[in-house]
C-alpha cells in the first residue's frame, strides 16, 4: 500500500511556541513576513483626464479631427465649461477698473488713499477748458483700457488741492500703499503737446511698474511694462508709415 504523507499548511504567518522557541536556539530561520498585496490604485485612463488649453493647442490638425466626436459627450461639454468658467473669472478679476473713474475731494481718501497696497492708482489733475489737460486726458483714458488693472481717476485740481494754480495743470499724481510715488506737471515729461499714450506709459514707467495690463500671470516688472508699450509705440509707427504708403500710392 502507497504510503501518503499528509502535510498540515498554517495560516500564513502564524507560529507555535515550539517553532518560535527553536528560532530563538537558532535552529531555524526567520520567521518570514506576511504577504501584504499594494495598495490598490485604479487604473487612469489619458483619455478622461481634463484637457487643458496648452494641451488642446499641442493637438495636430488631425487629432483635432478626432476630437470632434467627443463635443456630444456630456462630459467634454462639462469639463470645457468649467475650464471657460474659471478663464473668465481670472478675467474679471484682472479687469477691476478699465476706464478714468471721476471723483470729488470727499472721495480722495477711500478711492486713492485707501485703495489697496497691490494697486497702482494715477490721479489726474485737470480744469476744463485748458487744451493740454484734453490731450493728456485723451492719452490716460487709451492707457485705462489697456492697462485695466490699474486704477485711473481724474479730478478737478482745486477739488483735490484748494487753490492749486492752473498754469500747473494738467498735473499727474501716482499713488501706491497710500504713499505718492511720483509727480508729474505738465506736459514736459511726456513729450510737451506731442505727447502719446506710448510716451505717457514710458514716463510712468521709468522707476516703478505703475502700469498693469492683468495678463502677465500678475508679472507686472517695469521691464516687462516698458518692453509692452515700446512694442505697441513701434506697431503704431509702422502702421502709421503704411497709411502715408497708401496715401501717396493713391495719389
Known sequence: MADYHFVYKDVEGASTEW??????????????????????????????????????D???????????DDLDDDRFLEQYRRMRLAELREAAKAAKFGSIVPITGSDFVREVSQAPS??????FLYKDGIPECGLLQTCLEELATRYPATKFVKIISTDCIPNYPDRNVPTI??????????????LHK???KRCTP??????????????NDGQSGGD???????????RKFIEKVVAQHEEREEDDDSD
Open 19 to 56: 517553532d518560535d522557541i527553536q528560532r530563538r536556539l537558532g535552529n531555524l530561520p526567520p520567521k518570514p513576513e506576511p504577504f501584504k498585496p499594494p495598495a490598490y490604485a485604479p487604473k487612469v485612463d489619458a483619455d478622461e483626464q481634463p484637457k487643458s488649453k496648452e494641451w488642446l
Open 58 to 68: 499641442a493637438r495636430e490638425p488631425d487629432e483635432l479631427e478626432d476630437l470632434e
Open 118 to 123: 497691490d494697486v497702482w492708482v494715477v490721479v
Open 173 to 186: 499724481l501716482v499713488y501706491n500703499n497710500s504713499a505718492v510715488k511720483g509727480t508729474y506737471v505738465g
Open 190 to 192: 511726456f513729450g510737451g
Open 198 to 211: 506710448e510716451s505717457v506709459a514710458l514716463a510712468l514707467c521709468q522707476s516703478e511698474p505703475v502700469l
Open 220 to 230: 507686472s516688472s517695469r521691464d516687462n511694462v516698458i518692453e509692452g508699450v515700446r
